[in-house]
């Protein structure tokens, strides 16, 4: 046979080789890719899954506390009137003057209510527990009727 077309047989053998390996390393890399994109795609499903579970179930320790905040002063485990209790809510939750509902108030009690596991003053409440502690607490009359107005 002719060498010419030996060397052309395997020639072209030799590129029909390495153009089938070529795309048979292509197809099996697309899938590999195309599989751990879709376990990718689960995982990140599963994570938000669970963020959102856990925002909500934020939302509702933070709402139940809210909720028992304002609540507080009709529980069993309250120890004072639950009339002379106002509610604040910001940056503390209640003050309370016992004995006001008898005329008769004793004391001023500046009141946190805290639920949870985590039952940590904000360093805002903190501060305040510590102005109040070191008797940083005044009282102040602001009287208006002196003003008048021109019209």
């Not at 409440?125 to 003003?147: A, F, N, P, T």
Request: hydrophobic share 40%; glycine share 8%; net charge neutral.
């Amino acid at each position: 046979m002719n060498t010419g077309l030996i060397i052309t047989i395997v020639v072209f053998a030799a590129i029909l080789a390495i153009l089938l390996a070529y795309y048979i390393i292509k197809w099996r890399f697309e899938n590999m890719f195309r599989h751990w994109l879709e376990v990718e795609r689960q995982a990140l499903e599963q994570e938000k899954e669970g963020i959102r579970r856990a925002a909500v179930t934020q939302s509702r320790a933070v709402l139940g506390g809210k909720f028992v905040e304002q609540l507080a002063p009709y529980l069993p485990e309250f120890k004072y009137d639950p009339t002379e209790a106002r509610f604040i809510g910001s940056p503390i939750d209640l003050v309370v003057f016992p004995g006001l509902s008898s005329g008769n108030p004793q004391e001023i009690v500046i009141m946190e209510i805290k639920t949870g596991k985590n039952c940590q003053l904000t360093p805002q409440q903190d501060k305040i527990r510590r102005l109040i502690e070191d008797g940083m607490v005044r009282w102040e009359l602001v009287d208006y009727k002196g003003q008048q107005t021109e019209g």
